[in-house]
């Protein structure tokens, strides 16, 4: 039998499989294939649920993501982190108005933020390469004191 059209889907296909080899080499290779199999199934979950890289990012921080601005110098708002996690929609920077998510066929780690002062009931994913964190401790009363100058 050739080993490269075996198909295994779950383990009751292996043991079922393995039990048809007559040769004790045969259920053996057909074993290391299996546990080769799962190895790399594992791999894969480990990489999904690794944390992310770069700053841990986490409720109650802040961070700067850029604005558009038509015919001026784009801005930077703050915004506020409700959540961080890998998703695979997000809303392109520099962020037009009106904001709008896309979805993409491949996963990132993104933040959930609300914009600060502008629209706090809104909850949009940014990816964390597209976000600075903002240094230092921030409360809703620098952020005023900042709007007004």
Same mark, same amino acid.
């Given at each position: $039998? ?6 295994? &889907?779950?383990?009751?296909? &292996?043991?079922?499989?393995? /039990? ?20 790399? !199934? ?7 649920? /690794?944390? $992310?890289?770069?700053?841990? !990012? ?7 993501? @850029? ?8 801005? $930077?708002?703050?915004? @506020?982190?409700?959540?961080?996690? =890998? ?7 520099? +962020? ?5 998510? @896309? ?7 993104? +933040? ?6 502008? #629209?706090?009931?809104?909850?949009? #994913?940014?990816?964390? =390469? ?7 401790? $921030? #409360?809703?009363? #620098? ?7």
């Amino acid at each position: $039998m050739n080993n490269t059209n075996i198909r295994i &889907a779950n383990r009751s296909d &292996a043991i079922s499989l393995i /039990e048809e080899f007559t040769s004790e080499e045969a259920q053996k290779e057909a074993i290391r294939d299996y546990c080769c199999r799962l190895e790399r !199934l594992l791999e894969a979950i480990k990489a999904f649920l /690794e944390p $992310m890289k770069g700053d841990d !990012l986490s409720f109650g921080d802040y961070v700067e993501i @850029k604005q558009k601005r038509y015919g001026k110098k784009n801005e $930077m708002y703050t915004y @506020k982190v409700i959540d961080s996690f =890998k998703s695979n929609h997000w809303v392109d920077v520099p +962020v037009q108005t009106p904001a709008k998510e @896309k979805i993409r066929k491949y996963l990132e780690p993104v +933040v959930s933020c609300i914009c600060c002062g502008v #629209n706090e009931i809104e909850v949009l #994913n940014y990816r964390i =390469k597209d976000v600075r964190k903002v240094k230092g401790e $921030m #409360n809703d009363r #620098n952020l005023q004191s900042d709007r007004n100058r």
